[in-house]
């Protein structure tokens, strides 16, 4: 079995346990809870719950639009493996038999509930990431909202997502579910974080090949982030080079990867990861001044 049939095991290995494990994260701890920490299945919950419809279902019908949109950036391989995801965590949502674990008749309950959901939803999105995919949801729509107003940054829609689900879930449910599913969103995104990228939520990337022209337009064209050539010189041979840098954010980092793969597999590349990434696509300067 060749390496790169090994690799592509792994990678739909890595997506298939993560939808199971956001599905019984869902499906056990939050959804009968009425938890909703925000994203895509975050407003499925508050829609299932005053139609009575399927939160899998839901969430399917809300994210088809934007992979329709999306679907000349997605890239193929990329595109195949998230819509996979998508329609793979939809119905693994609607038909998976598992009922609530812990009914939250107490509060004590209901913060278990608030932090297995959080703590499990945050393994299974890391492991669906990992594995080269998304689900969709508010990644993708502030993909969108970004082409169309260059000046949003992909974090702030996001943030501005899950912010309106958890505000609408207060008006929906009550005020103390909202509590908790400001709760849960936190631990999820942390949960994330440190299993696609440790401590740090943004990655910078040298790389050095024969074809970094090539490499650095696919970089700019399907991920939309910046490349700078850096001037080299291997000591070895004598040769000058041509070092890319690109810095991006813990959900391109798989991409990054297959792209420079595809482009050239001898390619050399180094990893890192950012303490703080300030400008274009990152956190603006004007907040951190503002401290």
């Not at 390496?3 to 701890?29: D, E, P, R």
């Not at 949003?152 to 509590?179: C, K, T, W, Y």
């Not at 740090?200 to 022209?213: C, G, L, V």
């Not at 991920?223 to 813990?250: F, M, Q």
């Amino acid at each position: 079995m060749s390496k790169q049939i090994k690799q592509t095991i792994f990678m739909w290995g890595q997506i298939i346990a993560g939808i199971f494990v956001c599905s019984l994260a869902y499906n056990m701890f939050l959804i009968p809870n009425e938890i909703a920490p925000g994203g895509f299945t975050g407003i499925a919950q508050l829609v299932a719950h005053g139609t009575g419809w399927p939160v899998g279902t839901i969430t399917l019908c809300l994210n088809i639009p934007l992979f329709l949109l999306s679907a000349r950036s997605l890239g193929i391989s990329f595109g195949v493996r998230s819509l996979a995801a998508t329609i793979g965590l939809s119905l693994m949502i609607d038909l998976l038999p598992i009922p609530s674990i812990i009914p939250a008749d107490t509060t004590e309950r209901m913060l278990l509930a608030t932090v297995f959901g959080g703590v499990l939803g945050g393994v299974g999105f890391g492991l669906i990431i990992r594995g080269g995919a998304t689900t969709g949801g508010s990644d993708m729509l502030a993909q969108l909202v970004k082409k169309r107003i260059p000046s949003v940054s992909v974090g702030s829609v996001m943030f501005a997502v899950d912010a309106i689900v958890i505000i609408a879930s207060a008006f929906v449910f009550d005020i103390v579910s909202a509590m908790f599913a400001l709760i849960s969103t936190f631990l999820m995104s942390y949960v994330i974080d440190m299993l696609v990228d440790g401590l740090s939520s943004a990655r910078a990337y040298f790389i050095i090949s024969d074809k970094n022209e090539v490499i650095s337009q696919r970089i700019m064209a399907e991920l939309e982030r910046g490349a700078t050539a850096l001037k080299g010189r291997g000591l070895y041979s004598g040769n000058d080079k041509e070092v890319v840098l690109c810095v991006i954010n813990r959900t391109e980092s798989t991409r990054l990867r297959s792209i420079v793969s595809e482009v050239d597999p001898n390619a050399f590349m180094i990893s890192t990861n950012v303490h703080e990434a300030l400008g274009e696509g990152f956190m603006p300067h004007s907040s951190k001044s503002s401290r």
